[in-house]
């Protein structure tokens, strides 16, 4: 029970992906330009990156059950206040909210679902969670395409919130009141600063950065320069986060058959070839290759994101699941924060005189070099 929990948890704060394709919507409804719309992301992954590692930890100290629970009460609380926001900044007020909500729900989850587990069921039930995390991703922009284009891009934040509460009311039913290491784990900046942890959180921070140039970029492209539609768009746009969620689960058996750091370097290599194969992609592209492109960065980074954390969780102690769990998840995010930021700007300096094609190609092809440098940086390292 406690993993259908966990995973639910994952999937409607994952539900997120909701939003990017609403992007061209948001912009028009408040007079914005698209690059505005990076402060959309950057407000709410920033503050879920800094409250997922202390939401992990804290679940380590008090059990994950009641940590788990309020992230889920103050999501459902973010989205009605963003789905209500009168002004952009009010909109930017409820994602500060629901990032802070969404971090304590990710800090706990990992430890949730993997308690009692060996070294090879928790990379399957990471798997399972990935997978969970992958099909919102996957789902959201369709859901969120017929939304916006049918009621608006508010039906966004609003629709999540019975999703919310659902899973907020199985959480309290279902879910132990402490967690595997409740009350006992304890991090210290020892324990972070170890160079392998180092090492490991460098990896997702690259990953999931160069990844999210897809999530700033692509609507535009999709729905603007391709003239696809919200709905179209959705629908070419869900083939990365449908690659995560065939990846995912496939990580822990590509890494019995290959090994755990081939399967992490192919991984990232893949992700990186879509990445270029995206930023390769103009106004006649066939949308076949860009959707190639799409799936294979997707299916890269689930594949390597599962073997990942499974790893990050081994160098904590087991009483410090959460506080690894919600490093894993703090690592990622601050790369998306990171990433998003640097991909805008490099969008924005070469749109004005050189217009979007080479603009977003700069910024597309410049996301592939940064994962290809991960994938150097895992060659390194006797393991995943």
């Given amino acids: 029970m406690s993993r259908w929990i966990a995973a639910g948890g994952v999937f409607v704060i994952s539900l997120d992906s909701m939003v990017n394709i609403a992007f061209p919507a948001m912009a028009a409804s408040f007079g914005l330009p698209p690059p505005a719309m990076r402060w959309v992301i950057v407000c709410y992954v920033l503050s879920y990156a800094l409250l997922s590692f202390a939401g992990g930890a804290l679940g380590d100290r008090v059990g994950y059950r009641p940590v788990f629970v309020l992230g889920l009460a103050g999501s459902a609380v973010a989205y009605a206040v963003a789905s209500a926001a009168p002004t952009f900044g009010w909109l930017l007020t409820g994602r500060v909210v629901q990032g802070i909500a969404g971090g304590l729900v990710y800090g706990t989850a990992p430890a949730i679902i993997t308690a009692g587990a060996d070294r090879a069921g928790r990379a399957r039930r990471l798997g399972f969670l990935n997978a969970a995390l992958g099909l919102a991703f996957a789902i959201g922009p369709i859901v969120a395409g017929l939304l916006v284009a049918t009621v608006g891009w508010r039906a966004v934040f609003y629709a999540r919130v019975p ?222």
């Fill in 163 to 384: 999703i919310a509460l659902v899973v907020l009311i199985a959480a309290i039913r279902g879910l132990r009141s402490r967690g595997a290491g409740a009350m006992s784990g304890r991090v210290s900046g020892r324990d972070i600063a170890r160079r392998s942890v180092l090492h490991l959180g460098a990896l997702p921070f690259i990953a999931f950065g160069g990844n999210f140039a897809i999530w700033l970029l692509a609507p535009f492209y999709l729905v603007e320069r391709r003239g696809l539609g919200a709905l179209g768009g959705s629908l070419v746009f869900m083939l990365t986060p449908l690659g995560i969620t065939l990846g995912a689960p496939l990580a822990a058996r590509l890494a019995e058959k290959l090994g755990a750091r081939v399967t992490v370097v192919a991984g990232l290599l893949l992700e990186a070839l879509g990445l270029a194969g995206l930023g390769a992609a103009g106004a006649t592209t066939p949308l076949a290759a860009v959707a190639g492109a799409l799936f294979a960065a997707g299916l890269g980074l689930g594949v390597f994101v599962v073997l990942n954390m499974a790893a990050l969780m081994e160098e904590f102690g087991p009483h410090q699941q959460g506080a690894a769990g919600g490093f894993a998840f703090m690592a990622r995010t601050l790369g998306i924060v990171i990433g998003v930021l640097a991909w805008a700007k490099i969008f924005d300096m070469a749109r004005g005189a050189l217009g979007f094609d080479v603009a977003f190609e700069r910024a597309l092809l410049a996301a592939g070099a940064s994962v290809l440098g991960a994938a150097l940086l895992a060659m390194v390292r006797r393991s995943a």
